[in-house]
Protein backbone atom coordinates (compact mmCIF):
# COMPACT_ATOMS: atom_id res chain seq x y z
CA UNK A 1 0.00 0.00 0.00
CA UNK A 2 1.59 3.66 -1.20
CA UNK A 3 1.92 5.96 1.68
CA UNK A 4 -0.64 8.49 0.17
CA UNK A 5 -2.94 7.92 -2.56
CA UNK A 6 -3.33 11.19 -4.32
CA UNK A 7 -0.33 13.68 -4.48
CA UNK A 8 0.51 17.18 -5.60
CA UNK A 9 4.11 16.74 -6.88
CA UNK A 10 5.87 20.19 -6.97
CA UNK A 11 8.95 20.17 -9.59
CA UNK A 12 11.22 22.88 -9.48
CA UNK A 13 12.19 24.42 -12.78
CA UNK A 14 16.08 25.02 -12.00
CA UNK A 15 16.46 21.10 -10.93
CA UNK A 16 15.24 20.37 -14.69
CA UNK A 17 18.53 22.53 -15.52
CA UNK A 18 20.49 19.53 -14.36
CA UNK A 19 23.51 19.86 -15.10
CA UNK A 20 23.05 21.81 -18.20
CA UNK A 21 23.04 25.69 -16.02
CA UNK A 22 20.17 26.79 -18.07
CA UNK A 23 17.41 25.76 -19.84
CA UNK A 24 16.18 21.66 -19.97
CA UNK A 25 18.76 18.64 -19.10
CA UNK A 26 17.17 15.27 -20.95
CA UNK A 27 19.07 13.20 -18.49
CA UNK A 28 16.95 14.55 -15.89
CA UNK A 29 14.04 15.23 -17.08
CA UNK A 30 13.69 11.58 -18.43
CA UNK A 31 14.74 10.30 -14.94
CA UNK A 32 11.56 12.87 -13.76
CA UNK A 33 9.23 10.58 -16.26
CA UNK A 34 10.56 7.25 -15.32
CA UNK A 35 10.16 7.72 -11.85
CA UNK A 36 7.01 9.23 -11.81
CA UNK A 37 5.78 6.74 -14.29
CA UNK A 38 6.63 4.22 -11.61
CA UNK A 39 4.69 5.62 -8.58
CA UNK A 40 1.37 5.68 -11.10
CA UNK A 41 2.26 2.30 -11.13
CA UNK A 42 2.02 1.49 -7.63
CA UNK A 43 -1.60 3.00 -8.18
CA UNK A 44 -0.80 6.96 -7.12
CA UNK A 45 -2.79 9.55 -8.65
CA UNK A 46 -0.28 12.39 -9.56
CA UNK A 47 -1.00 15.95 -9.95
CA UNK A 48 2.27 18.11 -10.95
CA UNK A 49 2.91 21.59 -10.75
CA UNK A 50 6.14 22.80 -12.25
CA UNK A 51 8.38 25.56 -11.87
CA UNK A 52 10.24 27.70 -14.55
CA UNK A 53 13.55 29.47 -12.73
CA UNK A 54 15.42 27.16 -15.51
CA UNK A 55 14.01 29.84 -17.70
CA UNK A 56 12.44 33.13 -16.28
CA UNK A 57 11.66 34.31 -12.97
CA UNK A 58 9.95 37.86 -12.77
CA UNK A 59 12.07 38.80 -10.29
CA UNK A 60 15.27 38.39 -11.87
CA UNK A 61 13.65 40.54 -14.76
CA UNK A 62 12.39 43.19 -12.30
CA UNK A 63 15.90 43.73 -11.27
CA UNK A 64 17.15 44.98 -15.21
CA UNK A 65 14.10 47.45 -15.42
CA UNK A 66 11.34 44.74 -16.40
CA UNK A 67 7.66 45.24 -15.62
CA UNK A 68 7.17 43.12 -12.98
CA UNK A 69 3.64 41.83 -14.62
CA UNK A 70 5.01 41.11 -17.80
CA UNK A 71 8.26 40.11 -16.74
CA UNK A 72 5.87 37.05 -13.86
CA UNK A 73 3.91 36.34 -17.09
CA UNK A 74 7.08 35.51 -19.26
CA UNK A 75 8.13 32.97 -15.58
CA UNK A 76 4.64 31.38 -16.45
CA UNK A 77 4.98 30.86 -19.51
CA UNK A 78 8.30 29.41 -18.65
CA UNK A 79 6.33 26.52 -16.86
CA UNK A 80 4.05 25.95 -19.76
CA UNK A 81 7.24 24.94 -21.39
CA UNK A 82 8.46 22.95 -19.05
CA UNK A 83 5.33 21.08 -18.88
CA UNK A 84 5.18 20.38 -22.06
CA UNK A 85 8.45 18.72 -21.87
CA UNK A 86 7.21 16.75 -18.76
CA UNK A 87 3.92 15.58 -20.66
CA UNK A 88 5.73 14.66 -23.64
CA UNK A 89 8.76 12.84 -21.48
CA UNK A 90 5.84 10.81 -19.81
CA UNK A 91 4.30 9.98 -22.87
CA UNK A 92 7.20 8.97 -24.82
CA UNK A 93 7.49 6.01 -22.03
CA UNK A 94 4.32 5.03 -22.15
CA UNK A 95 2.38 7.41 -19.16
CA UNK A 96 -0.89 9.06 -19.95
CA UNK A 97 0.14 12.83 -19.05
CA UNK A 98 -2.25 15.85 -19.69
CA UNK A 99 -0.88 19.59 -19.53
CA UNK A 100 -3.43 22.27 -17.74
CA UNK A 101 -2.85 25.72 -18.36
CA UNK A 102 -4.23 28.45 -15.63
CA UNK A 103 -4.02 30.93 -18.26
CA UNK A 104 -6.05 30.35 -21.40
CA UNK A 105 -3.96 28.75 -24.44
CA UNK A 106 -5.81 26.34 -25.98
CA UNK A 107 -4.16 24.27 -28.22
CA UNK A 108 -1.29 24.26 -26.05
CA UNK A 109 -2.83 22.84 -23.31
CA UNK A 110 -6.48 22.61 -21.98
CA UNK A 111 -7.54 25.48 -19.67
CA UNK A 112 -7.44 24.27 -16.28
CA UNK A 113 -10.02 23.53 -14.01
CA UNK A 114 -10.10 21.09 -10.73
CA UNK A 115 -12.81 18.96 -11.98
CA UNK A 116 -10.45 18.53 -15.57
CA UNK A 117 -7.43 17.86 -13.42
CA UNK A 118 -9.10 14.99 -10.88
CA UNK A 119 -10.74 13.85 -14.05
CA UNK A 120 -7.46 13.13 -15.54
CA UNK A 121 -6.50 11.23 -12.44
CA UNK A 122 -8.87 8.93 -12.02
CA UNK A 123 -8.32 7.86 -15.43
CA UNK A 124 -4.55 7.02 -14.71
CA UNK A 125 -2.73 9.81 -16.14
CA UNK A 126 -0.84 12.65 -14.86
CA UNK A 127 -2.21 16.04 -14.24
CA UNK A 128 0.63 18.46 -15.29
CA UNK A 129 -0.90 21.97 -14.11
CA UNK A 130 1.26 24.71 -15.55
CA UNK A 131 1.10 28.70 -15.93
CA UNK A 132 1.12 28.64 -11.65
CA UNK A 133 -1.64 30.45 -10.18
CA UNK A 134 -2.06 32.20 -13.68
CA UNK A 135 -1.22 35.46 -11.53
CA UNK A 136 1.82 37.89 -10.97
CA UNK A 137 2.99 38.17 -8.24
CA UNK A 138 2.82 34.82 -7.25
CA UNK A 139 5.34 31.67 -7.19
CA UNK A 140 4.90 28.44 -8.16
CA UNK A 141 5.47 27.36 -4.58
CA UNK A 142 1.98 28.82 -3.73
CA UNK A 143 0.77 27.18 -7.10
CA UNK A 144 1.43 24.28 -5.42
CA UNK A 145 0.11 24.63 -2.54
CA UNK A 146 -3.44 25.94 -4.09
CA UNK A 147 -3.25 22.91 -6.23
CA UNK A 148 -3.13 20.71 -3.94
CA UNK A 149 -6.27 21.62 -1.74
CA UNK A 150 -7.53 21.82 -4.43
CA UNK A 151 -7.72 18.13 -5.50
CA UNK A 152 -7.72 16.86 -2.13
CA UNK A 153 -3.98 15.69 -2.27
CA UNK A 154 -3.46 13.85 1.04
CA UNK A 155 0.06 15.49 0.59
CA UNK A 156 2.01 18.07 -1.42
CA UNK A 157 5.75 16.55 -1.78
CA UNK A 158 8.53 19.22 -2.33
CA UNK A 159 10.91 18.14 -4.72
CA UNK A 160 13.85 20.12 -4.38
CA UNK A 161 17.67 19.41 -4.88
CA UNK A 162 18.29 19.16 -0.27
CA UNK A 163 17.13 16.05 1.40
CA UNK A 164 14.87 18.10 3.70
CA UNK A 165 14.41 21.00 5.77
CA UNK A 166 17.34 22.36 7.26
CA UNK A 167 17.74 24.29 10.62
CA UNK A 168 19.84 26.65 8.26
CA UNK A 169 20.61 26.23 4.41
CA UNK A 170 23.16 23.38 4.32
CA UNK A 171 24.68 24.60 1.29
CA UNK A 172 26.06 27.50 3.11
CA UNK A 173 26.58 26.15 6.52
CA UNK A 174 28.08 23.15 7.74
CA UNK A 175 27.02 22.58 11.30
CA UNK A 176 22.85 23.06 9.64
CA UNK A 177 20.94 19.75 11.03
CA UNK A 178 18.14 18.18 9.37
CA UNK A 179 14.52 17.94 10.54
CA UNK A 180 12.49 14.34 10.10
CA UNK A 181 9.54 16.39 10.92
CA UNK A 182 8.63 20.57 11.79
CA UNK A 183 5.28 22.02 12.38
CA UNK A 184 4.15 24.75 9.98
CA UNK A 185 4.37 27.44 12.95
CA UNK A 186 7.81 26.41 13.49
CA UNK A 187 8.83 27.02 9.75
CA UNK A 188 7.53 30.15 9.95
CA UNK A 189 8.68 31.59 13.08
CA UNK A 190 12.67 29.95 12.77
CA UNK A 191 11.93 31.74 9.14
CA UNK A 192 13.11 28.53 7.31
CA UNK A 193 13.26 29.20 3.78
CA UNK A 194 11.37 26.33 2.54
CA UNK A 195 8.29 27.80 0.82
CA UNK A 196 7.43 31.39 0.33
CA UNK A 197 5.31 33.01 3.55
CA UNK A 198 1.88 32.71 1.17
CA UNK A 199 2.45 29.26 0.12
CA UNK A 200 3.20 28.01 3.71
CA UNK A 201 0.68 29.56 5.12
CA UNK A 202 -1.86 28.14 2.55
CA UNK A 203 -0.97 24.73 3.82
CA UNK A 204 -1.36 25.70 7.29
CA UNK A 205 -4.41 27.32 6.92
CA UNK A 206 -5.83 24.29 5.42
CA UNK A 207 -3.94 21.17 6.98
CA UNK A 208 -1.80 20.22 3.70
CA UNK A 209 0.76 17.96 5.48
CA UNK A 210 4.04 18.81 2.95
CA UNK A 211 6.71 16.37 2.27
CA UNK A 212 10.16 17.99 1.56
CA UNK A 213 12.70 15.59 -0.03
CA UNK A 214 15.66 15.58 -2.97
CA UNK A 215 13.98 14.65 -5.93
CA UNK A 216 17.53 14.84 -8.09
CA UNK A 217 18.43 11.35 -6.19
CA UNK A 218 16.83 8.87 -8.90
CA UNK A 219 14.64 5.96 -6.91
CA UNK A 220 14.00 8.86 -4.19
CA UNK A 221 10.26 9.48 -5.09
CA UNK A 222 9.20 5.54 -5.06
CA UNK A 223 10.82 6.05 -1.34
CA UNK A 224 8.58 8.55 0.07
CA UNK A 225 5.45 6.21 -1.03
CA UNK A 226 7.05 3.11 0.37
CA UNK A 227 7.51 5.21 3.59
CA UNK A 228 11.19 6.04 3.96
CA UNK A 229 12.13 8.06 6.01
CA UNK A 230 14.24 10.66 3.62
CA UNK A 231 13.30 14.41 3.71
CA UNK A 232 10.91 16.39 6.39
CA UNK A 233 7.36 16.08 6.99
CA UNK A 234 5.72 19.10 7.47
CA UNK A 235 2.80 18.96 9.93
CA UNK A 236 -0.06 21.11 11.61
N1 LIG B 1 4.88 32.93 -11.57
C1 LIG B 1 3.83 33.82 -11.38
N2 LIG B 1 2.67 33.37 -10.82
C2 LIG B 1 2.50 32.09 -10.39
C3 LIG B 1 3.59 31.19 -10.54
C4 LIG B 1 4.75 31.64 -11.14
O1 LIG B 1 3.92 34.99 -11.75
O2 LIG B 1 1.42 31.75 -9.88
C5 LIG B 1 6.10 33.37 -12.28
C6 LIG B 1 7.09 34.13 -11.41
O3 LIG B 1 7.68 35.14 -12.18
C7 LIG B 1 8.13 33.05 -11.09
C8 LIG B 1 8.16 32.25 -12.38
O4 LIG B 1 6.80 32.25 -12.81
O5 LIG B 1 9.38 33.59 -10.81
C9 LIG B 1 8.67 30.85 -12.27
O6 LIG B 1 8.16 30.19 -11.15
P1 LIG B 1 9.06 29.82 -9.86
O7 LIG B 1 10.07 30.92 -9.61
O8 LIG B 1 8.15 29.50 -8.75
O9 LIG B 1 9.81 28.55 -10.39
P2 LIG B 1 10.88 27.59 -9.65
O10 LIG B 1 11.66 28.43 -8.67
O11 LIG B 1 10.09 26.54 -8.91
O12 LIG B 1 11.68 27.00 -10.76
Redesign the pocket.
Known amino acids: MARFKRVLLKL???SLQGAKGYGIDETRLMQYAEQIKEICGMGVQVGIVI????I????SGAKVGFDRVK??QM??L??VINGMALCSALNAIGQKAKVLTAIRMEPIGEFYSRDKAVETMLDGGVAIMTA????????????SALRAIEIGADAMLKGTRVDGIYTADPEKDKTATKFDDISYDEILSRGLKVMDITATALCKENKMPIYVFNMDVVGNLKKVFVGDNIGTFVHP
Do not use: I
Open positions: SGEGGGNFRGMGDGMATGTGCPYFTTDTG
